[in-house]
């Protein structure tokens, strides 16, 4: 009891929902915005790419101050203020000449010329404002060197300026780069005046710099936006023409499964000439199969209810008949009745059980080639070694050239050609013929059985392929057939791609003509059939 609790148990617990699951639209959405996300690299760019800027500009203010300075020493004293004014003037810098005392002597601010003057933050518009704290945004998402904070030291000497001290004491060049309160980059350059200690330095409150970096970054953020919103557009229209079609299909499929509707109609979306229109109607395709499918086992299990119910019947009332009868010529024939009903249920559970199975051994086989003209001969032999009742003959009628292999399962395609001589044997009269022929076209093997009997009506030709259908030859015992011999041949056949159809004979004489038709082997032109 205890295992069957158990897995009633499990049957009827709910099936556990995964704790989370994406859907396919969310991973188009994120496949394509992770793709962007890559372009927002370039805001790590822009970073190197104002450094770059602000390198090749002190190396420019560079070159100019040493130029300067130098013409500085070769104009008399009188003559250097108005030169350094307009040297200011010209390229917007501050300059200052400190001597070698250290003391500052001239001063182009002092001189009227005022350069660039740094800005108030708190008296900038409110778009400068925003600029300023995407600035300070940006720059800690790229991990960005954020350099000190310019102010103008409370005394204006040389010693003041760490940039002075170092052009002082090595007699060279010396920048640094500091931040405005405004965060636009202020750069000052020393360089050496003279062997004694005198400096000129220049600072340049750069605003056209983070302008410029400013307006890339505008840039990049349009781009990355408008990219963004393509790509969601694109993505929502992907995830449309490949979701939804999907969850029809799903819906449709868990409907078939559930059985709650007997007639699922499954989307073929014959528009869609890709691959989800493919699956579409592969799905289909495959719900109107496993329909039939389970029609004919709703037929198979009426047939066979009524089939086993004759010869129930009959076994029933024999037996109690026996019970009833004491004449022992009675009984014995109700005995003899009994037997053969027996018998005959004996053969309709064989037959059924392999006509039952038919489709799933097919489908497990192993198909391997096969020589028809050796597999007819030993059929053929085997029948002649057994001896043949009423005297009938078999005769084997290879074409004369040779028939290539077909590739399939020898023991039941063994089990058609035996059905089919089997039913020749039966409906041939007393010393009859029956003909085996094989021969080929160019696709596939044809193996021809006739007989000499009564035929097959016209009407009749279709249906008694179907299950326990049988059309006899007059004076046979009832209950002889299933009726099941050609069901399974046929069966059999289409396991292996091929068809059987039956015709009259074409001599014009009595009797019925059945044609097999099997593919022949891919490599068939490899092969040949050879006479044993």
């Known amino acids: 009891m205890a295992p069957a609790t158990a897995s009633r148990k499990s049957r009827n617990t709910p099936r556990r929902r995964l704790p989370w699951r994406i859907s396919l639209t969310r991973r188009i959405l994120a496949v394509n915005i992770f793709a962007l996300a890559l372009l927002a690299g370039g805001f790590f760019y822009l970073d190197s790419y104002r450094t770059r800027i602000i390198d090749e500009r002190i190396s420019r203010i560079t070159r100019e101050m040493m130029l300067v300075s130098a013409a500085l020493r070769d104009v008399p004293e009188a003559k250097r203020a108005r030169m350094i004014a307009r040297f200011s003037m010209l390229t917007g810098y501050r300059v200052r000449l400190y001597g070698e005392d250290g003391q500052r002597e001239e001063d182009s601010v002092a001189l009227g010329v005022h350069g660039d003057s740094l800005v108030n933050p708190d008296t ?70 003279d062997a004694g200690g005198a400096v000129l330095l220049a600072t340049e409150n750069a605003r056209d710099i983070t302008m410029t970096v400013r307006a890339e970054r505008l840039r990049i953020g349009m781009v990355l936006a408008a990219g963004i919103i393509v790509s969601i557009l694109l993505s929502l229209f992907l995830a449309r023409t490949i979701v939804r079609p999907l969850q029809r299909l799903a819906r449709a499929a868990v409907r078939v499964r559930l059985g709650r509707a007997r007639e699922v109609i499954v989307p073929r979306l014959p528009d869609r000439r890709d691959e989800i229109g493919l699956l579409a109607r592969a799905v289909s395709d495959m719900t109107q199969a496993l329909r039939k499918r389970i029609d004919a086992t709703d037929s198979f299990a009426a047939d066979v209810s009524h089939e086993l119910k004759n010869p129930i019947a009959s076994l029933r009332s024999a037996l109690e008949g026996l019970r009833r009868i004491d004449d022992p010529e009675l009984r014995a024939r109700l005995m003899a009745i009994a037997e053969d009903d027996v018998l005959r249920l004996d053969r309709l559970v064989t037959d059924i059980a392999e006509a039952s199975r038919m489709d799933a ?60 001589i089997a039913n020749g044997i039966s409906f041939s009269p007393e010393a009859g013929t029956v003909r085996i022929a094989l021969d080929a076209d160019t696709d596939y093997a044809v193996v021809t059985v006739e007989d ?36 399974i041949a046929r069966s059999i056949l289409d396991g292996h791609n091929g068809s059987i159809v039956i015709e009259d004979r074409p001599d014009g004489q009595s009797g019925a003509r059945f044609i097999v038709r099997l593919p022949l082997a891919e490599d068939h032109h490899g092969h040949e059939g050879r006479d044993e």
Do not use: C
């Open 452 to 487: 000499e009997g009564p035929g097959v009506p016209a009407d009749e030709r279709e249906s008694i392929f179907r299950r326990f259908h049988s059309h006899r030859p007059e004076g046979e015992d009832f209950g002889k057939h299933s009726g099941l011999g050609l069901a």
């Open 361 to 420: 051994q097919l489908s497990r086989a192993t198909f391997g080639p096969i020589d028809l003209r050796k597999l007819i001969s030993r059929l053929v032999r085997a029948h002649e070694m057994r001896g043949i009742d009423h005297g009938v003959r078999l005769r084997f009628d290879p074409a004369p050239i040779p028939i290539p292999v077909i590739s399939g399962e020898e023991q039941r395609l063994a089990r058609v050609i035996e059905n089919l």
């Open 124 to 193: 900038e518009p409110l778009n400068m404002r925003a600029a300023r704290i995407l600035d300070e945004l940006v720059d800690s998402i790229v991990f960005a060197r954020v350099p000190s904070l310019y102010t103008e030291p409370a005394k204006d000497v040389a010693t003041a300026w760490p940039e002075a001290r170092e052009a002082r004491a090595h007699l060279r060049p010396t920048s640094s780069f500091r931040f405005a309160p405004d965060r636009t980059p202020v750069l000052t350059v020393a360089t050496p005046f």
